[in-house]
Each structure stands twice: as structure tokens, then as C-alpha cells.
């Protein structure tokens, strides 16, 4: 009859394939309940703190806001942070690339031992790192005698920052190439040297252009971390005002001070650089997402004919 109502079953049978369609076996409501939870969730946590952070940096106005970034101190720890990562970032991009080469190309004894070396910054905090370079380096270290005897400084130093900061984001470059390349085999590096490519040929013209993207990512975040490490470089910087400074440590100083909108408008270059990493791996995403369509999209090479 045309007046009759569909039943429950009819119903579900054919809410079956719209669910199937969305990629889920939920109800809607149980859908748009988690969507709501993670959108509260990211609301709460991550989007009103990053907004306090630049109310209160302005609260004084943008005068006041320019003038704590204009303080020598200030711009200290920013060309410190920059200079960290400027040694650091590159530092973390060859050690990177040649141990997911390594481990994702090769077979050798020590591999598995290699693999949770790379781990090791993830398992251990970041103060322990810190302590570690302390009793490696400092004055009444392992080599602190001889550093001392020839007038080389690394504990409250440039140098000691640099390392702390290398050894918290060695794993970031590794750990994005290493999944990547694994899933790619050998088999295009087996054929360019057949062929008759050198090893640099091959990684230069096979390799590099397969894990661009992933290498992308990982140089992202690693700078992203090492601009904003405090916990490592707090223990072997010394916090020399003006001299061993990032803006991290430069960050608390100025809030102990009860300095708050100078202290905010430091933060906010933390959050603005966070911003940007943000932006930049969104733009990365889309490209590789754009490029794998274009290249699926692209006819079969037909076989050429005798």
C-alpha cells in the first residue's frame, strides 16, 4: 500500500549503506557526539590557551607588546634560539637520512640495537639528557678537567646548548623516513645501479625524490622542537641573562620577574612559530596528497610495439 509506513528493519536496511558510505557503522548522534567531544576537546586545550597567549601579551597594548621584543635580552635568546637551530636542524637531517638509509635498506648485525638508539630520546627526559652532557662536560665531569685545561667551554655555552638540543630531536627526521622507506623497498634502487648509477646517483635521483615529503615533515618538526626545547638546555645553559639564554628560558625568567606581558609577547613568538609549522606541513600534506592523485590518475605506459 502506498500509505503504509516503512518498518524499523526496511529503516535500518536502508540507513545501512549511507553509514557504509560514511566509512562507519554508527548511529549519526553517536558519530556527532565524538565529533563534538574532539572539537570540545581541541576548543579547551589547545585553542583558548594559544589565545590567552596573545591576549595577554597585548593586554597593554601593541606599544607594550613591542617593547618587551625589543629588549636586549630579548633579542638574545631569539638569535640563540635561531642559531640552535640553525646547527641542530641540519645536524638531525644527515644523522636522519643515513639511519633510515641504513636501517631501512639494509640487513646487518645490530640493527634492532640501532633502531632503540634512534628511540632513546623518546624514553628518556629531557633534564636526564641535560644531567648526562652535566657529567660528560661540566667542571668536575668525565672531560671537564682537560675542557678546562685548554680553555674550551661546552657547559654554559653555546656549545652544550647545541648538543642538548641534538640529542632531544635526533629522532624526529629518523622516525619519519624510517616507516616511509620501508614501505618503498629496494626495488627502484636495485634497478638505477643495474642500470649502472653510482650510489650517490642512486640516492640523489631514486631515493630523495621518494621521501622528500617525509623528510619535509620531519625537518618541520624537528626545528619545531628544538626552537621550543626547555627542559635539556634549562639544565646545561646556565641561564646567563643576555648570554645562554633561548627564549624558552628567556620565557620563565621574565614571568618570575613578574614581568607578564613581556614574558606572553616571548611566548607569542613560540606560538607563532607553531602557527607557521602548522601552515607549512598543511601546504606539504596537500602538495603530496595533489601529487599521488595526479600520478594515480595517469594512464598505464602501454608496451611498446615490435
Not at 502506498?2 to 548511529?27: F, N, Y
Not at 625537518?219 to 626547555?230: D, S
Not at 613578574?258 to 609549522?277: D, G, H
Not at 601546504?283 to 594515480?296: G, R, T
Amino acid at each position: 500500500m502506498s500509505g503504509a509506513t516503512p518498518s524499523p528493519l526496511g529503516a535500518a536496511r536502508s540507513a545501512a549503506p549511507r553509514r557504509a558510505k560514511a566509512g562507519t557503522t554508527e548511529a549519526a548522534w553517536v558519530r556527532y557526539t565524538l565529533i563534538g567531544l574532539a572539537l570540545a576537546f581541541v576548543l579547551l586545550f589547545l585553542v583558548l590557551p594559544l589565545a590567552a597567549v596573545f591576549a595577554e601579551a597585548l593586554r597593554k597594548g601593541f606599544g607594550a607588546y613591542l617593547e618587551g621584543l625589543r629588549e636586549p635580552d630579548a633579542w638574545s635568546a631569539i638569535k640563540l634560539t635561531l642559531i640552535t637551530a640553525a646547527i641542530a636542524v641540519p645536524l638531525n637531517l644527515v644523522f636522519g637520512v643515513a639511519a633510515a638509509w641504513a636501517i631501512a635498506k639494509y640487513e646487518f648485525r645490530g640493527k634492532a640495537f640501532l633502531t632503540t638508539l634512534v628511540d632513546l630520546p623518546f624514553s628518556v627526559s629531557p633534564v636526564v639528557a641535560g644531567l648526562v652532557y652535566v657529567l660528560m662536560f661540566g667542571a668536575n665531569g668525565w672531560l671537564g678537567p682537560w675542557l678546562a685545561e685548554h680553555d674550551i667551554k661546552i657547559i654554559f655555552a653555546v656549545p652544550g646548548i647545541v648538543l642538548a638540543t641534538v640529542f632531544v630531536t635526533f629522532p624526529f627526521v629518523a622516525r619519519e623516513l624510517i616507516p616511509l622507506m620501508q614501505a618503498q623497498g629496494t626495488e627502484e634502487e636495485q634497478a638505477a645501479i643495474v642500470l649502472g648509477a653510482t650510489g650517490w646517483q642512486t640516492f640523489w635521483h631514486v631515493t630523495l625524490p621518494n621521501i622528500k615529503w617525509g623528510l619535509l615533515y620531519g625537518v618541520i618538526l624537528c626545528n619545531a622542537r628544538a626552537m621550543g626545547e626547555f627542559g635539556a638546555v634549562s639544565v646545561v645553559s646556565g641561564h646567563i641573562r643576555g648570554q645562554t639564554n633561548t627564549i624558552p628560558l628567556h620565557v620563565e625568567i621574565l614571568y618570575n620577574e613578574y614581568q607578564s606581558v613581556a614574558a606572553f609577547a616571548a611566548a607569542s613568538l613560540l606560538a607563532l612559530l607553531a602557527l607557521v609549522t602548522l601552515v607549512i606541513k598543511s601546504v606539504a600534506e596537500w602538495k603530496h596528497e595533489q601529487q599521488m592523485k595526479a600520478s594515480a590518475d595517469l594512464p598505464p605506459e602501454r608496451p611498446a610495439t615490435p
